[in-house]
């Protein structure tokens, strides 16, 4: 059974820097895509940066030039290095992972104080 474990969540002040790591069980191929989605408290859940396994990123524009996802292949594991976070970065962040099927981590708290 395929399951996704994210660490890394938690409170910081706006400007500080979190990195959020997603390792994935229970397979032994490459994910064809990995990725983080968040979602705030009445909001819709939001893509926020994909990598596929050739490293090809995708980003939401609103964290362009502040976060970076990254990939380690051999270990099945997607990062995201989130710097000058800002109090609208808060959310519950989810790790994404795609081959054939689809699927999603627990969850990551994640909160920016102002």
């Known amino acids: 059974q395929v399951q996704l474990v994210e660490s890394g969540g938690g409170l910081v002040q706006a400007g500080g820097s979190l990195r959020l790591s997603c390792a994935a069980s229970?397979?032994?191929?490459?994910?064809?895509?990995m990725g983080w989605y968040r979602q705030a408290p009445g909001k819709q859940r939001e893509l926020v940066a994909t990598i596929t396994s050739g490293g090809s990123t995708n980003y939401a524009d609103s964290v362009k030039g502040r976060f970076t996802i990254s990939r380690d292949n051999a270990k099945n594991t997607v990062y995201l290095q989130m710097n000058s976070l800002k109090p609208e970065d808060t959310a519950v962040y989810y790790c994404n992972a795609q081959r054939q099927l689809e699927y999603w981590g627990q969850g990551t708290q994640v909160t920016v104080s102002s």
């Open positions: 229970g397979i032994i191929y490459r994910f064809n895509v």
